[in-house]
């Protein structure tokens, strides 16, 4: 390990920010600007009283609430660019046969308002590069020693948090980034004037790599599938694998799971790769999560004993023992502010720990080891195994 690279490894910092309570503000939209013929850019104006509550760090999300054909529907959005004060901006792709987002390309408009929750995830650089939401504090001092290598990989809208990443990794002396990114054809690039932007300021420190499935490029390396043999050909040929620093991967779990296992095998520390999903490939719980699943306690029978903090304030809730219900589902029946957003275990928004009992999560695609060490869990995938079961939100 040269000096530089000593120094930067001491340097490391974990910048998550301090947990703060996920709470929804209604924001009216500023912008929208076509990105794709099936996605679009929305920018918020965040009111001069609401700027702390909207800070962030590169990487992090937003939720989007909206009562659509007399259903609350909620969906996570991750914001699109580098720390900016008085805005937030996300990128939001049409799904086919997706609610929330074709409603959204269908009706957001300029001067439309709509609740938007306070950033919240995980999926940001350990490396302290920036402070929240104050561009003109970014500090430099991680990589002020030199030649810090970042890779980033992402398919269709999992761009949106890796380009805000890589705006602010940039904008440190010393920073390269590899972007390697897959679509199906050129036209279904979003963002394409903003990373040839990002490019022509950053021509020596950023490579992007576009590989698209359904139309040829001139090299072979850049057509068709991002598979394991491309990818391979990708890492032994154009990025130092392990030299390295971090890793940010975004996209379908198919996608995210094929990169993790490839750098497993190349003995790449799991403590610097950092995903996040945008689907996990599996069957959610249908519209019912959203808005918390009907479920009629009978007092005399066999339940499950739920006791929640949340804003300081103490909740209790019964749950049959043969309805299979989950915490969160529970804790909404009896206090619907209940922070949640996703409901399928990928974005981390309903994270509690748990102080009392035990649960059984069923899937976990947002916790790190660490926190699963501390006793947290996404609520949304736990259900009670003891008799009594107690969580703190708040913790």
């Known amino acids: 390990m040269t000096n530089e690279q000593a120094n930067f490894e001491a340097q490391k910092t974990d910048v998550i920010p301090a947990k703060r309570r996920a709470t929804f503000h209604t924001l009216k939209v500023s912008a929208v600007r076509p990105l794709t013929e099936k996605s679009i850019e929305v920018s918020f104006e965040i009111p001069a009283d609401l700027q702390d509550e909207y800070n962030y760090v590169a990487g992090q999300y937003v939720a989007l609430r909206a009562n659509i054909d007399g259903q ?20 939001i792709k049409r799904d086919h046969g997706g609610l929330f987002s ?47 290598h970042f890779v980033a990989a992402a398919a269709g809208s999992g761009i949106t948090p890796v380009l ?15 972007l390697i990114y897959a679509n199906r054809a050129t036209a279904e690039v979003m963002f394409l004037e903003d990373l040839a932007d990002l490019k022509d300021r950053y021509p020596t420190r950023l490579a992007i790599h576009h590989v698209l499935s359904r139309e040829q490029r001139q090299a072979p390396i850049y057509s068709g599938r991002l598979d394991v043999e491309k990818l391979n050909t990708i890492f032994d040929r154009l990025i130092d694998v392990p030299n390295v620093d971090e890793w940010f991967l975004c996209g379908p779990f198919e996608l995210v799971q094929l990169i993790r296992d490839e750098l497993t095998k190349r003995a790449v520390p799991t403590d610097r790769v950092r995903f996040e999903l945008f689907t996990t490939g599996e069957p959610g719980e249908g519209p019912s999560a959203q808005a ?5 306690v009978d007092p005399e029978g066999e339940n499950f004993d739920i006791s929640f903090n949340l804003d300081g304030l103490s ?11 989950t915490v969160l589902n529970a804790a909404l029946r009896v206090r619907p502010d209940v922070p949640f957003a996703c409901a399928g275990g990928v974005c981390g928004t309903c994270r509690a720990k748990v102080v009392e009992g035990t649960v059984d999560m069923a899937e976990n695609y947002a916790l790190e080891a660490d926190e699963l060490e501390r006793g947290y869990v996404l609520t949304c995938q736990s259900r009670p195994t003891s008799d009594r079961v107690v969580v703190d939100f708040d913790a």
């Open 164 to 178: 805000a990443i890589a705006k602010s990794l940039l904008a440190h002396e010393g920073t390269f980034v590899d």
């Open 292 to 296: 918390g699943r009907p479920v009629e």
């Open 102 to 148: 074709n409603w959204a390309n269908d009706h957001l408009a300029p001067g439309f308002e709509i609740d938007v929750m306070s950033p919240q995830g995980a999926f940001i650089s350990k490396h302290r590069l920036t402070d929240m939401n104050d561009p003109e504090q970014l500090s430099a001092a991680a990589v002020k020693s030199g030649n810090a």
């Open 72 to 91: 609350e529907v909620r969906r996570s959005y991750s914001i699109c660019e580098a720390p900016t004060a008085g805005t937030i901006k996300v990128g």
């Open 315 to 325: 909740g209790e809730v019964q749950s049959p023992k043969d309805a299979r219900e």
